[in-house]
Structures are given as structure tokens and as C-alpha cells.
């Protein structure tokens, strides 16, 4: 059995979208290299590879006569490559892959994010609507990337990682008009 051991952090960012450092839009044709885990490995650390990802949320919202008339957002999936580390001597192709799921997984829940925007009705409760419904997801992809890592053993168990990587792919499908 290989004893290897992942963490992964979610940083889930307000209603901003200014951006003050490199990240990686996710993109499906994209895969995450070695290359873009830019931090330095923490050495005290049992985890060969550190994923720092979450989700970017920007609206604005057009009123006139203190009415709500529109609004427009912004969702997406993000990788930081300067809070992402491995140790490059226990680094393999097979941890990478997990990572990339912790990606992916980010992704698909800015896919469910953006599917609840779409059902959104304006009213003069929109931005709570927004606010809350910004909370709701990243709760859900904290504890699924939880879930993810619990059940996997972050990444040891090799079975329940492939089962994983099939219900996520299957997931993204589902949710493909959401990208």
C-alpha cells in the first residue's frame, strides 16, 4: 500500500474580482502540470502536495428608480499556483491527478453556483439572494473537498479514487451548460 497524504485548501473569495496574484482559470482542455505549484513545499508537513483553489464571485447589479432591473455576475474556478506546493521527491503523476480532481471539483460547484444565479427572480432581496447563495456553495465545496479527501485517503485508496474521478467527470457533464 503507498502511504501518500495530500492536503488541500479552499479559498473562496468575496464579491470582488480584482485579481493581486497569478491564478488559473479552469478550463477543460486545461490540466494542471507540477509547474504551476509555485509555493515552497512546507518540510514539517506529512502532505506531498498542497491544492489551493476556490471559487471568484463578482456581481453588479442596474437599478433605476431605487428599483431592481438587471444584474450580471461573474463565477469562477480558480488555482493558485503561489499557495500550491509538492515535494518534488514524492511527486508523482498519480498524486497530480488527485489534485487536478480537487480542481475540478471547485469547478463543479462554480457550475452549481452559476446554475442557482440562473434561477434567480430579481426582487429587492437580490443581493442577499447572491450572498447567500455565494455562502451556500462554498460551504458545499469545503465539504465535499472534505469528503473527497476523507474518502480517498487522500489518495491512498487507489479504488475509491477512480470512483471519484468517474462521479466528478460524470458531475462536470451534467452541469455543462453551467460553464
Request: proline share 1%.
Amino acid at each position: 500500500m503507498r502511504l501518500i497524504f495530500t492536503i488541500c485548501i479552499w479559498l473562496g473569495t468575496c464579491v470582488t474580482h480584482i485579481q493581486t496574484e497569478d491564478t488559473i482559470i479552469w478550463n477543460e482542455n486545461y490540466r494542471l502540470s507540477w509547474d504551476n505549484f509555485k509555493a515552497k513545499a512546507d518540510s514539517m508537513s506529512d502532505a506531498v502536495a498542497l491544492t489551493a483553489s476556490g471559487i471568484t464571485f463578482g456581481y453588479s447589479i442596474s437599478q433605476s428608480s431605487n428599483r431592481i432591473v438587471d444584474f450580471k455576475t461573474t463565477v469562477e474556478a480558480h488555482f493558485y499556483p503561489e499557495k500550491s506546493w509538492f515535494k518534488k521527491l514524492k511527486a508523482d503523476d498519480y498524486i497530480l491527478s488527485h489534485e487536478q480532481l480537487h480542481f475540478d471539483i471547485t469547478e463543479l460547484h462554480s457550475r452549481k453556483f452559476r446554475r442557482g444565479i440562473s434561477q434567480l427572480i430579481i426582487s429587492s432581496r437580490l443581493k442577499k439572494q447572491l450572498d447567500d447563495l455565494h455562502a451556500k456553495h462554498l460551504k458545499n465545496l469545503s465539504e465535499m473537498q472534505n469528503k473527497y479527501d476523507y474518502e480517498t485517503q487522500h489518495s491512498i485508496d487507489t479504488i475509491k479514487q477512480q470512483q471519484w474521478h468517474l462521479y466528478i467527470q460524470m458531475e462536470l457533464e451534467k452541469l455543462a451548460y453551467y460553464r
